[in-house]
């Protein structure tokens, strides 16, 4: 089994195309929500539920996708059914808890499992996780143990110190040199995380032979952690930086780099997403499904003007999933 992955990968590698047809050309993601954020709660008393920061709706639109929310608390049956439909899946950073019951970590662990199970039967999605997505993609491979170390690295644009064998892997096996040189020697990737995943944590939930560890860094008090991570089996990736905020946030006071160096890595990750999702060919089962899920049928709110560190903010109220088309579950 393994093995035959193997050989189908590097088919992939070299074809680049499908299992099975021709790229997908109309890629649709699935973002996930999280818990209104405790800023933008006290900015927008009790108003929302959930919201998605629209620099990571953006990073997704930027690479030739839509996209699509997918709620927090959702049943089993949701998730399997809203996996169906889109074509890859973006858990974006912030700032929740993972014990919150209903919340991010819950939803991420079943869409974990369930993209397993798609993946394992042999169509190629992808999930591509960011900060406290990243933090989650190994929590959620270690059945919900908590492992991070606390760490200090907030406002700190950093290089990347790639492992030695960080090429002999699909993030960035295909990588143009001139990205790779940037990522590697320019203060490029905007960290801003108060947990770490550190090699000893990896180890200490026996994952380091599930996962490839592809770059690592140090925080302001030295300590190393892994920045940039890939699952041995799946296309599962994982970044402990903020390619989307070099793009899209504006914020000022935080070192986030936008010069034009940094806005070529950046897209590069989104580019490379966007490309994997094209690689499964999931839809709505109609058009009209497919338009009435879009993230487009909700308000964006320009929260920089209540000085949120977000430039925008797509915020949702708890009733807004009702309008979620989800008939024919099974
Ligand atoms: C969740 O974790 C946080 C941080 O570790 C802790 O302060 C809080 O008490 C925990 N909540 C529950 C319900 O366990
Ligand atoms: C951008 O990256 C290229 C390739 O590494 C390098 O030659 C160039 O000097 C960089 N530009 C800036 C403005 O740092
Ligand atoms: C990156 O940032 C560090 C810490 O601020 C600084 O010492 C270093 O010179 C910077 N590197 C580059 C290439 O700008
Ligand atoms: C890791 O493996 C050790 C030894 O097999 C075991 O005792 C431990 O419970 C495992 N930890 C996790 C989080 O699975
Ligand atoms: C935003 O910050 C500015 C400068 O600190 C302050 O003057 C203003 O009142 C703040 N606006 C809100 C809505 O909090």
Same mark, same amino acid.
């Given at each position: 089994?393994?093995?035959?992955?193997?050989?189908?990968f590097?088919?992939?590698?070299?074809?680049?195309?499908?299992i099975?047809?021709?790229?997908n050309d109309?890629?649709?993601?699935?973002?996930?929500t999280?818990e209104?954020?405790?800023k933008?709660?006290?900015?927008?008393?009790?108003?929302?539920?959930?919201?998605?920061?629209?620099?990571y709706v953006?990073?997704v639109?930027?690479?030739?996708?839509?996209p699509?929310?997918?709620?927090i608390?959702?049943?089993?049956?949701?998730?399997? *059914?809203?996996? %169906?439909?889109v /074509?890859?899946? =973006?858990w974006?950073?912030?700032?929740?808890? @993972?014990?919150q !019951?209903?919340?991010?970590?819950?939803?991420g662990?079943?869409?974990y499992?369930?993209a397993?199970?798609i993946?394992a039967?042999?169509?190629?999605?992808?999930?591509?996780?960011i900060?406290l997505?990243?933090?989650l993609?190994?929590?959620v491979?270690?059945n919900?143990?908590?492992?991070r *170390?606390?760490c %200090?690295?907030? /406002?700190q644009? =950093?290089?990347?110190?790639?492992?030695?064998? @960080?090429?002999? !892997?699909?993030?960035?096996?295909?990588a143009?040199q001139?990205?790779i040189k940037?990522?590697?020697?320019?203060?490029?990737?905007a960290?801003?995380?108060?947990?770490?995943?550190?090699?000893?944590?990896?180890?200490?939930?026996?994952?380091t032979?599930?996962?490839?560890?592809?770059?690592?860094?140090?925080?302001?008090?030295?300590?190393?952690f892994i920045?940039?991570?890939?699952?041995?089996q @799946?296309?599962?990736?994982g970044?402990?930086?903020h390619?989307?905020k070099?793009l899209?946030?504006?914020v000022t006071?935080?070192n986030i780099?936008?010069?034009?160096?940094?806005?070529?890595?950046s897209?590069?990750?989104?580019?490379?997403?966007?490309n994997e999702?094209?690689?499964?060919?999931?839809?709505?089962?109609?058009k009209e499904?497919?338009?009435?899920s879009?993230?487009?049928?909700?308000?964006i709110?320009?929260?920089?003007?209540?000085?949120s560190?977000?430039?925008?903010?797509?915020m949702f109220?708890?009733?807004?999933r009702?309008g979620?088309?989800?008939?024919?579950?099974?």
């Amino acid at each position: 089994m393994n093995c035959l992955w193997r050989i189908l990968f590097a088919a992939f590698v070299f074809a680049d195309t499908t299992i099975k047809g021709e790229p997908n050309d109309r890629p649709i993601i699935g973002i996930l929500t999280q818990e209104i954020d405790y800023k933008l709660n006290e900015q927008y008393p009790d108003q929302y539920h959930s919201y998605i920061a629209a620099s990571y709706v953006k990073f997704v639109e930027g690479a030739g996708a839509r996209p699509v929310p997918i709620w927090i608390d959702g049943t089993d049956s949701y998730y399997e *059914t809203i996996l %169906s439909k889109v /074509n890859g899946v =973006l858990w974006p950073g912030g700032s929740t808890y @993972f014990n919150q !019951s209903k919340g991010y970590a819950d939803a991420g662990a079943v869409i974990y499992r369930i993209a397993k199970n798609i993946n394992a039967r042999g169509e190629y999605f992808p999930i591509f996780t960011i900060c406290l997505g990243f933090e989650l993609l190994t929590y959620v491979a270690a059945n919900c143990v908590e492992h991070r *170390t606390t760490c %200090s690295s907030h /406002n700190q644009p =950093l290089p990347l110190e790639f492992t030695h064998d @960080f090429r002999e !892997s699909n993030l960035f096996g295909n990588a143009p040199q001139d990205v790779i040189k940037i990522l590697s020697e320019e203060n490029v990737t905007a960290n801003y995380h108060r947990y770490c995943v550190t090699m000893q944590d990896l180890n200490n939930v026996n994952l380091t032979d599930e996962f490839h560890v592809l770059s690592l860094n140090h925080d302001k008090n030295d300590l190393e952690f892994i920045s940039t991570i890939e699952h041995k089996q @799946f296309p599962f990736y994982g970044l402990q930086f903020h390619p989307e905020k070099n793009l899209y946030e504006w914020v000022t006071g935080k070192n986030i780099p936008h010069g034009s160096n940094a806005t070529i890595v950046s897209q590069y990750f989104a580019n490379f997403f966007v490309n994997e999702a094209r690689k499964n060919s999931h839809e709505f089962r109609t058009k009209e499904e497919e338009k009435q899920s879009l993230i487009y049928n909700y308000p964006i709110t320009y929260t920089a003007l209540q000085n949120s560190s977000f430039e925008q903010c797509y915020m949702f109220k708890k009733n807004d999933r009702n309008g979620l088309v989800i008939e024919n579950e099974v």
